[in-house]
DNA sequence: TCACCACTTTCCATGTCGGAAAGAGTGACC
DNA sequence: GGTCACTCTTTCCGACATGGAAAGTGGTGA
């Protein structure tokens, strides 16, 4: 078992980006609309979450057309599945592992 | 292993409040002092995270003179200990256990 | 061109947070 | 009794985060 150095992240820390990391640590890619709907968040609120993670460079956006129709994909980039294992890391230091 | 109902706790979520909650998981008491070193907050900040806890009825808060000094300890109540160890079942459903 | 879809952005009202500083309670000391 | 020190508490404040509603954007198809 890699030991990941424990690093608190509060652009990871809250609640819908802690679940939209999750949610991204145990796959490729997910959709937009997936996404907003396993964290249970509207449009808006996911979009505004997700510009963050990017900004953090924790998130990469994909945007394709597929089936004629705009479909948005996320993903956790190297940075952002960094990120997500040291605060997982330090969430199990502190609530005692 | 007993499984906790996962449960999300604003109240606990917050890193300084999650941070006393985890603390206080593993000992019967700890002195206000002690606490706010290891959290590595402010005595002003300290004392109102523990009023939200207290309010929450997860802290309790025992004053008592010792060594002719005022000492303030604090302990998880039993709802606390439900609520942290049901935050914690759920960040790590979140963040895949 | 117009309607539509899938997000984005803006606006706004609310809530949270921490630092600084003043306040309060208790015991010690003279 | 008065003053001081110690240990929190409370208040005041500005900064920042958050979500809902609604308007806006860009690509697609009728």
Known sequence: ????EPRFDAVVHAPP???VCGLLAVVDTMEFATVRDQVGVS???LSKHVK?????G?????KATRASRQRTS???TAAG???FD???AELRRITGG
Chains 1, 2 share one sequence.
């Open 1 to 4: 078992m890699t030991a990941v």
């Open 86 to 88: 040291a605060h997982v």
């Open 17 to 19: 980006r802690l679940q």
């Open 52 to 56: 963050q993670l990017e900004e953090a």
């Open 81 to 83: 599945r960094t990120a």
């Open 74 to 76: 996320l993903s956790l």
């Open 43 to 45: 449009d808006s609120v």
């Open 58 to 62: 924790y998130v990469q956006v994909h």
